[in-house]
């Protein structure tokens, strides 16, 4: 099975809105036709930052929830098929967070995060790249998804990072 490579066709492309980290809001994550196509449900557990990402019939698909008491900024990500870990990138010349997953190959993610422009890469192929290009709203932004696979966790990834991201303003 082949990956689409960022010049081709996406599968499908979201819409979010910037700056989603509002702890308590909920905002759904719109597809490239307008139609509600996840949840985002912003909850506050304690003193860690949790979004729970449910599916159009209000069941949870995924849980994204900053992980406290490490050394580097880390959010922990839980699917029903498993779970991966978003953490900020050792300090080096681009911006960059890795994305360990329990059962399968690792992330990266690299590019201009505060402006939400940057791709996810798998083994050096690229299966997502966001953008705020595509969207006349100054607070829109989009996530083209090249693995269907990959949706829910190319999703939560997107969430997990702005939430990550909006630690370096």
Do not use: C
């Amino acid at each position: 099975m082949g990956l689409f490579h960022h010049d081709e066709k996406p599968h499908r492309r979201f819409k979010m809105q910037q700056k989603l980290v509002s702890i308590g809001d909920d905002y759904w994550i719109e597809d490239d036709d307008g139609h509600r196509a996840f949840k985002v449900n912003g909850k506050a557990a304690r003193k860690r930052e949790t979004f729970i990402l449910e599916d159009l019939h209000g069941q949870k698909v995924a849980k994204i929830q900053e992980k406290v008491l490490s050394v580097r900024d880390k959010v922990k990500i839980d699917l029903d098929v498993g779970s991966a870990t978003v953490k900020k990138g050792i300090v080096g010349i681009r911006d960059r967070f890795e994305i360990d997953i329990d059962e399968g190959p690792d992330l990266k993610a690299h590019g201009n995060f505060v402006d939400h422009e940057y791709k996810i890469e798998r083994k050096g192929d690229t299966i997502a790249v966001i953008s705020k290009k595509w969207f006349r709203a100054r607070d829109t932004y989009g996530i083209d998804v090249y693995d269907d696979y990959a949706t829910v966790l190319l999703l939560s990834i997107t969430v997990a990072i702005d939430a990550l991201a909006s630690d370096l303003l």
